[in-house]
């Protein structure tokens, strides 16, 4: 079993940053990709950012060149570094990691970008 615990959610004035950092309960060397996930009310969860055990990174579209994702693994971490921050970044942002056959999530942990 694998917990997730994401914490750094908070109010932030438009064109702020925000660092998201995302506990895991076991050694992560042996995850494969950890990403983060928003769902803004209303919709489907979607992809912000991923990266892989290898170090990969993918983002979304609407995030690149703005958030930054990395992995330490000796901390058992992954973060969201988030600048410029716009108003369409209010949302729950949940981590995830795949670890064997299955995939685990966190609570969530809520962003409200507001001027």
């Known amino acids: 079993q694998v917990q997730l615990v994401e914490s750094g959610g908070s109010s932030v004035q438009p064109g702020g940053s925000l660092r998201l950092s995302c506990a895991a309960s076991?050694?992560?060397?042996?995850?494969?990709?950890m990403g983060w996930y928003r769902q803004h009310p209303g919709k489907q969860r979607e992809l912000v950012a991923q990266?892989?055990?290898?170090?990969?990174?993918t983002y979304a579209s609407s995030v690149e060149g703005r958030f930054t994702i990395s992995r330490n693994n000796a901390k058992n971490t992954v973060s969201l570094q988030m600048n410029s921050l716009k108003p369409e970044d209010t949302a729950v942002y949940y981590c995830?990691?795949?670890?064997?056959?299955?995939?685990?999530w966190g609570q969530g942990t809520q962003v409200t970008v507001s001027s």
């Open positions: 995830r990691a795949d670890w064997g056959l299955a995939d685990y």
């Open positions: 076991r050694n992560i060397f042996s995850f494969g990709t």
């Open positions: 990266i892989t055990s290898a170090g990969s990174t």
